[in-house]
């Protein structure tokens, strides 16, 4: 979990909650850290985790501005546990979801990593408004891959051998992250599986498409698509069609990003 300094409290106790009270609880927390966070804070952590859970704050100070992808690729070699489960600090797992995320690892150990929808809500959980569908297993998700986000970022428990196998997430890459890793772990020959069932809530917050629209993610797509052509995962045909669709999404007025949004989750 990668932790800002000033995070909302009542957020990040609701996030660190829906993990502590999960069917299967996680034995370690690792935060990340790029810059100091205050004694209180530290203090509000400590007293949210029974003794049962360790803690860990990465001071990964050097890292700050670099992006979410340097913080998260810290934190996994700061990891004790074969299993890495990803969380957000705003965003709320439901109880089942690490449990039969593990169970699937069990019954196939083939696997490298599981995720699940997500359901998105904009400031309490009681005000939900959409579900991010994402497809199963094997070809359909390689398919996906090639014009959208195969897999919810913030819903995925990582097998940590395989991850590192990889390269761990690349720190060069910000905005598209994760999706830049799932590429790299599918070109790898890696199984991904996708639970087709709403296993987290999702805080969109209320400037969710603004930021999506943002230069910076429209370049990062751009790169990562530019690789993709050159590894010819994705056509000419296939470059341009989504490279425009995004670039259109980024420029549209925020009503029409709304109907576009809302119906790509159907």
Known sequence: MPLWHKEQLDYLQQSMQSMVQQNKPPQEFVFVLDQPISKKMKSFIQSLLPASIDIQFVKAYHLHGQGLGALLKEGVTKCSCPYIARMDSDDISLPSRCEKELQLFAMFPDLAVVGSYLTEFSHTPKDLHSVRKVPQQGMSIRHFAKYRNPMNHS???????????????DSNFSYCEDYELWYRMIKKGYVLYNIQESLLYYRTGSDFLDRRSRKGNRHAYLKLRKIMLKDHFINYFEFLLFTFIQYFFSVSPNYMKKFIYHNLRK
């Open 155 to 169: 819903t995925v428990m990582l097998k940590k051998d395989a991850l590192l196998s990889v390269g761990n997430y």
